[in-house]
């Protein structure tokens, strides 16, 4: 973009060079699994999502994982010149953007997670993960699956790739041959580490003889693989540098196999909290290294890579939430960067369900080609009554296409229920949201009204032609005797800290909110989500003698409020199952660390002074508590739609007053933005 240092961010805009080629920048899009190879038009939406990136100014991208054979497992696979073909759709979108821009195609074979019969691993050791047992190679079968790899190289070289990432990390193919869990051969393939590594090695060195020199190799190797008996820092050193050796062009640091108990890229976990890793595998290689997880703004990326820690930054999520990311950073427009708030919802979540993916906060990731926000050709005058997620998304995106949009909320600020969430440890990155909410209605113009609780009638006197109906939802209160008790409180007003909390404490509803609650009111000092240091020691990870796996040995240490929580629920499935399928795990590890209680198949009675009466398969009996939080879901708060039905103005309605049950801010930005996109 410059030859002169960027004045804010002179790390991140400086370019790398790779000997016979050159990054334009540091800032790369990791890879994403999008499923999107395997849909009807697929690769042209692929094109359409790249493109968007690519114009966004980011410096290389890599591509979803693809399979280099049937046994990978992954849907989409590459070992023909017809595959290269479909592929080539993407490489010439990202290249006629600017032919400087870089786009690598990950080549990802699942081993033991691969969804097929013909899975393999290098011993049958079936992951905790997959129902299936890999079938053991042979020594034909090892030849077979490294010919395999080159073959994917040679065919992403065709379809016009600048490179290949190859993964060796995660718990797929070459990470199940690193360690001694799940690799007990006693072959050339197995036994000694040397020996382990030699088949991730022998795929390298096989690429890079048959791609020749002036194509980018990436490894993506577990620098902290976060298993038990994982592997030891020495061992990770030594693949590194013969990576480098066995013609790496890049090596990039991953924190995980999909089976370990520690959460990597969830919200609850730090900003950039691995990068030191990288940084110290940095130090003894001599080509670069890429790091990654939770870097979601250009002052964290600028800080890792000013600090030495890598030569290039991953934000892949982040370039969901936002395509432009790093073009906003490049022309100091960070306070209108959409950040990645590190949920899961619609992206890993989806992923992992085989839905396609998008973003929570950014509905047109990977519907690029579906969801736009054209120029109205018939402006409005709209209302939007509500400013909680569902207003915000639908205000935004109407006055950027055009519309005059007046946003009207009684609250003294905008957010709805995301200012209840932001308040929960492990939550902060939800301020981003609001921030960047905040910004985009004055960029697009919206006249916002706080402090205002608006009626019908005012509404049909302003002359307005369409009101938006966004007015959230009302908690639910259960019908049970004594709920007019003082003991029982609102989760509202716990999480607005209007009411006390005592000391033994019954959590009646165990959804998203109650687990967010029980997290509030068992939390005990600084968040884990803003120090490195708290997460480390909570999660059981030693950054500094980095064991085997970076946690074996080491014992989770959680400081706990000085309380008793019950969390419970009517439904016989264990707590907390309706969680995000990537994230509640840690949900429930986090609240059981700290001592709650998790009864479900519960009956209420009453609440009274002695506590909250239950019974549980018919057996009654009485916990004794101070409180008794209603997280209990929501209904729809409707009122103003139903003052306004007769009116003859066209209504809109959106988020939580559409549908409460089961409603989430993914939903709620998600409607709002379709709809707003088609007013
Ligand atoms: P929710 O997910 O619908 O959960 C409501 C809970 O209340 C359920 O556990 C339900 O379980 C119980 N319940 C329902 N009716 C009841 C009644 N009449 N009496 C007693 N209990 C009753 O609602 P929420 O927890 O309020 O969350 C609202 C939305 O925000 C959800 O979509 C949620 O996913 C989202 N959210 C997500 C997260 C996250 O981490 N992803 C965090 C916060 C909120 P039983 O009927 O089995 O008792
Ligand atoms: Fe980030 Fe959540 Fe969007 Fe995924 S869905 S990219 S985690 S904000």
Known sequence: MTTQP????????????????????????????????????????????????????????????????????????????????????????VHGVDPDIKICMQILHAGPLAETPKLVGPSAVRSRLSPLVPNELDEAGVQKQINDHVQCAKMAKLAGYDGVEIIGSAGYLLSTFLVEKTNQREDQWGGSFENRMRFPLEIMRRCRAEVGENFILIFRIAAMDMLQGGMAWDEVVLLAKEMEKAGATIISTHFTWHESAVPTIATMVPRAAFSGVTGRLRKELSIPCITSNRINMPDVAETVLADGEADIVSMARPMLADAELVKKAFEGREDEINTCIGCNQACLDHGFEGKEISCLVNPRACHETMLNYEPSQEPKKIAVVGAGPAGLAYATVAAERGHSVTLYDSASEIG??????????????????????????????????????????????AGYEHVVVA?????????????????????????????????RVAVMGAGGIGFDVSELIMHKGVSAATDKQVFAREWGVDFVNHPRGGVTGVVPQVEAADRQVFLLQRKSTPVGRGLGKTTGWTHRMSLAKRGVQMMNGIEYRKIDDKGLHISIEGQPQVLEVDTVIICAGQTPARGLYDELANTGIAISLVGGAYKAAELDAKAAINQASYLAAAV
């Open 416 to 461: 709805g229920q995301f200012n209840l969430a932001k308040q929960v440890p492990g939550k902060e990155e939800f301020y981003e949201t609001l921030r960047y909410y905040r910004r985009m209605l004055d960029v697009h113009h919206v006249d916002l009204r706080l402090n205002t609780r608006i009626n019908a009638e005012d509404l049909v006197s």
């Open 6 to 93: 960027h004045s804010k961010y002179p790390h991140l805009f400086t370019p790398l060079d790779l000997g016979f080629t050159q990054l334009k920048n540091r800032a790369l899009m990791g890879s994403m699994h999008t499923g999107l190879e395997e849909v009807e038009g697929g690769f042209e939406r692929l094109a359409a999502y790249f493109s968007e990136r690519a114009q966004g100014g980011v410096g290389m991208m890599i591509t979803g994982g693809i399979s280099p054979n049937e046994e990978g497992g992954m849907g989409s696979e590459m070992s023909t010149p017809e595959h290269a073909a479909d592929h080539r759709q993407i490489t010439e979108a």
């Open 471 to 503: 007015t959230g939802i009302t908690p639910r209160v259960p019908e049970l005797e004594g709920i007019d008790h003082p003991k029982a409180v609102s989760y509202v007003d716990v999480i607005r800290g209007n009411v006390e909390v005592g000391k």
